[in-house]
């Protein structure tokens, strides 16, 4: 008898442990500890896998590496292409402040590569107000990103420690199960990247890789519109801007990208596999198409950012 | 009785095991991994490689890679060598485009100047691993 109760009270402690144990495993932060600064609309989770959205998310270039284009490409730095700094009070929504934070990213990689320091402390003041209203301040310790952006030697360590920052927020606001805002930021630094290009490359008509990099967007804005259909449903301001995305991805559409795939060649140099890649790839495109998606590009933005 | 016992025994085994698995701290090799890309290259994307001590045998992530960039890709862990750690790199069909695995060695950078915009996957796999744990960073110039 004794032996039965001291056998059943060891069974359930086991089954307390596991159950525990199981729970704990599986604790996430709850999106409820940033409620308090989310939009009174509360959003549904989209039908797709939280996994899959982050796929996708994870394959959006980064907008510095067309403000690297730009820079390489000697064009000159024009403050007038960026969206003003001061603006930060007209934005007072969270998918107003989500997409203006993607908006104010891509300027500050722009002022950094182009090392317009003095410009980039604005940006950087602006970034931080509307991370911290968003709740997601605390990944930008402003004293060193300050520190770092008033000495053009630190270009580099500015320039990881705000990439590694735009990261993390990322990151974290899919673990939050936010990944709507997520969407909001990297549309709204990609359309501001390519809003930049589309300027530069109204001045300066003759220059077809500035074309052909619109072009190649094209893949990107699949991906952003791809992005957006999974939350048309659960919330209006995403199903809205979708819209207008969707028909700038008919524009893009009429150009074609053909590709044809050659075995790549290889050596190695100190330690590192050296790849020459022997694939080509042909845009077939006209002036006409680039003009029309530059007119829709600058109509979006100037919805987003007003 | 005793069964149910041992039974619940293995979960809870089970459970402590996957848990110290699961301590796979990928962050920091990152950070190591970073001031590891060469110079010129500008720091882009970082990746967890945490193969959940050999529950998983793949890793994979992407991105969009841009004709006229060259992208390094670096793996980084415990040591010197890359612990069975192997990158492939496929393009958008899937073709292979390059392997960290080469020519009998296993190196731990690949460079890759892109001549064909597109979505690229960057697979990660273990052979021979111990630790099953890494990081990775994708740098770009142009």
Redo the contacts between chains.
């Keep these: 008898m004794m032996k039965?109760i001291f056998?059943k009270n060891?069974?359930l402690g086991?089954?307390v442990?596991?159950t525990i144990?199981?729970c704990d495993?599986k604790k996430k932060p709850s999106a409820d500890e940033i409620s308090g600064v989310l939009d009174s609309v509360k959003i549904e989770e989209p039908s797709i896998s939280e996994d899959v959205i982050s796929?996708i998310i994870?394959?959006?270039?980064?907008p510095?590496?067309i403000s690297?284009?730009l820079k390489?490409s000697d064009t000159k730095y024009d403050k007038s292409y960026l969206n003003d700094p001061e603006k930060i009070s007209d934005y007072n929504s969270n998918y107003k402040k989500a997409l203006a934070l993607g908006v104010y990213g891509t300027d500050l990689g722009y002022t950094n590569i182009y090392e317009q320091n003095q410009d980039a402390l604005f940006y950087l003041n602006s970034i931080k107000s509307l991370a911290d209203d968003l709740s997601i301040g605390q990944f930008f310790d402003i004293g060193t990103i300050k520190r770092l952006a008033t000495n053009s030697k630190n270009l580099?360590s500015l320039?990881?420690i705000t990439?590694?920052n735009f990261?993390n927020i990322n990151n974290y606001l899919q673990e939050q199960r936010r990944s709507n805002l997520s969407i909001l930021l990297l549309s709204g630094g990609w359309l501001e990247a390519l809003y930049i290009v589309a300027r530069v490359s109204e001045k300066n008509p003759d220059n077809e890789?500035l074309k052909?990099?619109i072009a190649?967007q094209k893949?990107?804005m699949d991906?952003v519109v791809l992005l957006m259909s999974f939350y048309v449903e659960s919330d209006p301001n995403i199903k809205q801007l979708s819209g207008k995305f969707s028909k700038l991805q008919e524009e893009f559409n009429k150009i074609e990208?053909k590709?044809v795939?050659r075995e790549?060649t290889?050596e190695?140099?100190d330690?590192?596999?050296?790849?020459?890649?022997?694939?080509?790839?042909e845009i077939i495109m006209d002036d006409k198409n680039i003009e029309s998606i530059r007119n829709q590009v600058y109509e979006i933005r100037e919805n987003i950012i007003n | 009785m005793k069964k149910l016992i041992f039974a619940l025994g293995i979960i809870l085994l089970t459970t402590s095991i996957s848990q110290s698995y699961a301590q796979c701290n990928t962050e920091k090799h990152v950070e190591a991994c970073i001031p590891k890309l060469q110079s010129g290259f500008t720091f882009l994307k970082s990746y967890n490689i945490d193969g959940q001590g050999g529950a998983k045998n793949k890793v994979e992530y992407s991105y969009v890679f841009t004709k006229g960039a060259t992208y390094q890709i670096r793996i980084c862990n415990d040591g010197e060598g890359t612990d069975g750690i192997v990158l492939t790199l496929y393009d958008s069909n899937r073709n292979s485009v390059a392997s960290t695995k080469y020519e009998g060695s296993t190196l731990s950078s690949i460079a890759f100047p892109c001549q064909v915009t597109g979505i690229y996957y960057l697979t990660f796999t273990f052979e021979g691993s111990s630790n099953y744990c890494g990081g990775s960073v994708l740098g770009f110039k142009r």
């Excluded at chain 1, 994870?58 to 980064?62: A, D, F, K």
């Excluded at chain 1, 330690?271 to 790839?281: A, E, Q, R």
């Design positions: 039965n056998m060891i069974l086991l089954v442990i596991v144990s199981a495993s796929d994870q394959q959006i270039p980064s510095l590496e690297t284009l390489e580099d320039l990881l990439t590694k990261n890789q052909e990099t190649e893949i990107i991906n990208i590709t795939y790549p290889y190695v140099v330690g590192m596999l050296v790849v020459k890649d022997n694939s080509t790839s």
